[in-house]
């Protein structure tokens, strides 16, 4: 378990454009509550105010959706370029006043405040350990980022993310096995699916 002293903020990203979706699924409510506003809850019942949301496309909308919630926004302009820019617009928001950034993604409606507690537990505290969750038989987000990574995240381009990091030698990694983390919503399907099977609590 890291030091108390040590400290840890979230990102939300939740800037694309929803291509699969045909709408701005961001703001799409889960039991009354859209998906990026669960997120920052979720997320604030760890990190308190150290919350940073993400947001690009139709970034107005999906500001008013998560407006009431802690932590602070960031508006990534080149959201159009992937997901690595926006990890990497958070990882520069917080490099001066973080020692782990824990990224996870707004569309995982499945993921709980626990299961990221866990993840913050489970890290050493070392600067070259990075915690990821398992699942499918991969490791993806919510993943937990060191310092010591900070400067691979703000060079993040494209659609890639930060996957490579988890094979790059320089680190050690592991991982937190949570199988709901599989689920995402990327069509209406997908929520359909998830509404059908039972909805998450909503703040959960």
């Known amino acids: 378990m890291p030091d108390r002293q040590q400290t840890v903020f979230a990102a939300i990203l939740a800037a694309g454009q929803s291509s699969r979706f045909g709408s701005t699924k961001q703001t799409v409510e889960l039991d009354g509550i859209p998906l990026v506003e669960r997120a920052a809850a979720m997320a604030a019942r760890v990190c308190e105010s150290r919350v940073i949301t993400v947001i690009g496309h139709d970034w107005e909308t999906v500001l008013g959706a998560c407006a009431a919630q802690p932590g602070f926004v960031v508006v990534n302009e080149d959201y159009k370029n992937g997901l690595g820019t926006s990890i990497a617009a958070a990882a520069s928001a917080c490099r001066r006043c973080a020692d782990a950034l824990l990224v996870l993604l707004a569309d995982q409606p499945l993921v709980t405040a626990e299961h990221l507690q866990t993840l913050i537990d489970s890290w050493s505290g070392s600067d070259t350990e990075i915690v990821a969750s398992a699942y499918d038989d991969t490791e993806g987000p919510p993943v937990l980022f060191p310092s010591a990574v900070f400067d691979d995240l703000r060079s993040l381009q494209g659609v890639q993310g930060a996957r490579l990091l988890l094979r790059d ?36």
């Open 169 to 204: 030698d320089r680190f050690r990694l592991t991982t937190v096995r949570f199988e709901p983390a599989a689920v995402d919503i990327d069509t209406p399907l997908d929520l359909a699916a998830i509404q059908r099977r039972g909805k998450p609590s909503p703040r959960t």
